[in-house]
């Protein structure tokens, strides 16, 4: 089905261990975005890209990384996970005509 | 300082019954202004889009309104169903070309109970 999906959707990891968390949209959006969602906290920008091997940092961007080789992937890296990035994170695309944002389904990501 | 406020925090309403979710934001200038609807788990989906010359629109049950000059917003839920069981996100747009600088409202959960 065409549509955004993120992988894994469930992680446990130890803290300072590398994490890379998958994006893969079938729409060919231009525009990629990563976010973490926190109680009590709306959702935070970690990195956008506007188009492959163009990325541009967020609100919060330390301790991640990003790549964009290819238009349909947007995958995150967690360097060396720490328990504060223990979170729930959502990619995302838009679309160039009204601009709608389209949110993958969220991998929830435990550091311990 | 979070530049999108909303209220409130929660409620819990019965079905059948209206409800109205409140978001009030300081971005400036303005370009648009979005309701988004998350169900427990999932991701968030779009249920309404205003720009700044746009005072009402409805999408089902859901009708959104704005006031661009008092910068709030609110959504209004007619006859409640218990799939309305979610969290509400209202989500702002500045300039035209500030992608990295939504401003995304905390939410306000909905609980609808039979």
């Known amino acids: 089905d065409a549509g955004i999906t993120q992988s894994p959707r469930y992680k446990i990891t130890e803290t300072g261990r590398q994490v890379t968390l998958m994006c893969h949209q079938t729409?060919?959006?231009?525009?990629m975005f990563w976010y973490r969602q926190d109680l009590g906290h709306g959702l935070r920008l970690i990195y956008y890209s506007a188009a492959a091997d163009i990325t541009d940092k967020g609100e919060v961007p330390d301790g991640y990384v990003v790549s964009r080789s290819k238009t349909e992937n947007f995958p995150l890296t967690l360097e060396s996970a720490t328990r504060s990035q223990t979170s729930v994170y959502f990619c995302a695309s838009r679309t160039s005509d009204d601009h709608t944002i389209y949110f993958g389904e969220g991998s929830w990501l435990t550091v311990v | 300082k979070n530049q999108v406020e909303q209220s409130p925090q929660s409620l819990i309403i019965l079905e059948g019954k209206n409800c109205t979710l409140q978001c009030n934001y300081t971005v400036s200038p303005f370009s648009n202004l979005r309701w988004y609807k998350q169900d427990t788990g999932r991701g968030p989906v779009s249920l309404t889009i205003?720009?700044?010359?746009?005072n009402t629109k409805s999408n089902g049950r859901y009708t959104a309104t704005l006031d661009a000059d008092t910068k709030q917003s609110s959504l209004h839920i007619t006859a409640s169903q218990l799939s309305d069981s979610a969290s509400y996100i209202c989500v702002v747009r500045g300039r035209p070309d500030s992608w990295g600088k939504l401003q995304f409202g905390a939410g306000t959960q909905v609980v609808v109970t039979p």
């Open positions: 729409w060919s959006h231009s525009y």
């Open positions: 205003m720009t700044f010359s746009e």
